[in-house]
C-alpha cells in the first residue's frame, strides 16, 4: 500500500529535550515536505526536499532541522524544542512537487506538546 | 509575505445544495492551485488542482480560476453530509517552485 508514515503520533517532551520525528515513504518520491498545523494558521510549510541531499527553507523554518539522507526519508528535527513548537506535524510527498499539480500524500500526522 | 485568504467559516449548507468556497492569493504570478480536503482529526487529502483560467470539474466538484483577478473557488454540487469537512485552498509560491502556501481553510457543514 502507497503510504506516508510518521513516528511518533503523539509526543509529550519538556522544553530543550532533542526530538525527531520521522518521515518515511514508499512511492520512491522525489519531493518531501514539512508542514505544521496550528488553529487558524492553516498548514505551514517548514522544509522540503526535492532530492537526497537537496532541502530547502519553507516559511517557518526556525527552530527545525531537516535531513535527507535517502530518498524514503526525511526526518524532522527539533534541536532544543520550545513550547511555541507545539503544534500538529504533518510530512508528505509527491513525485516532482507542487508546481507540477501533483497530489501530496499526507502522513497521519505527529501531535507535538512541548511542556 | 506572499498570502492565501479564506473564509474561515463555518459556512452552513443544506443537503443537495451547491456549496461554494472561496480563495484569494497575493502572488501575481503562481502557477498551481490546489483544493485540499481535510476531515476533523485527519489528513488533508487532494480534491482538486488547476492550473489554467477556467473551470475545471471533477464530478460533484468545479475548481474555478481567475488569474486576473487572483481568486480560485471550488464548488460542490449535490451537497452530501460526507462533505462537511475543512478545505484548504493552497498555491505554489513562484518565488521557489518547490513552496507551497496554504489559507487557513473554511469549515463547511453540510445540514440534512
Known amino acids: 500500500e502507497a503510504q506516508v508514515t510518521q513516528n511518533p503520533r503523539y509526543l509529550i517532551t519538556v522544553t530543550g529535550k532533542k526530538l525527531t520525528v520521522t518521515c518515511s515513504q514508499n512511492?520512491?518520491?522525489?519531493?518531501m515536505s514539512w508542514y505544521r498545523q496550528d488553529p487558524g494558521l492553516g498548514l505551514r510549510q517548514i522544509y522540503y526536499s526535492m532530492n537526497v541531499e537537496v532541502t530547502d527553507k519553507g516559511d517557518v523554518p526556525e527552530g527545525y532541522k531537516v535531513s535527507r539522507k535517502e530518498k524514503r526519508n526525511f526526518p524532522l528535527i527539533l534541536e532544543s524544542p520550545s513550547p511555541n513548537q507545539t503544534s500538529l506535524y504533518f510530512c508528505?510527498?509527491?513525485?516532482?512537487?507542487?508546481?507540477?499539480?501533483?497530489?501530496?500524500?499526507f502522513g497521519p500526522g505527529t501531535r507535538l506538546l512541548v511542556l | 509575505q506572499k498570502e492565501v485568504e479564506q473564509n474561515s467559516g463555518p459556512l452552513s449548507v443544506p443537503e443537495g445544495a451547491i456549496a461554494s468556497l472561496n480563495c484569494t492569493y497575493s502572488d501575481r504570478v503562481s502557477q498551481s492551485f490546489f483544493w485540499y480536503r481535510q476531515y476533523s482529526g485527519k489528513s488533508p487529502e487532494l480534491i482538486m488542482s488547476?492550473?489554467?483560467?477556467g473551470d475545471k470539474e471533477d464530478g460533484r466538484f468545479t475548481a474555478q480560476l481567475n488569474k486576473a483577478s487572483q481568486y480560485v473557488s471550488l464548488l460542490i454540487r449535490d451537497s452530501q453530509p460526507s462533505d462537511s469537512a475543512t478545505y484548504l485552498c493552497a498555491v505554489n509560491d513562484d518565488s521557489s517552485a518547490s513552496k507551497i502556501i496554504f489559507g487557513s481553510g473554511t469549515r463547511l457543514s453540510i445540514r440534512p
Open positions: 512511492m520512491n518520491h522525489e519531493y
Open positions: 508528505a510527498s509527491s513525485s516532482l512537487g507542487p508546481l507540477y499539480q501533483e497530489t501530496q500524500y
Open positions: 488547476i492550473y489554467s483560467n
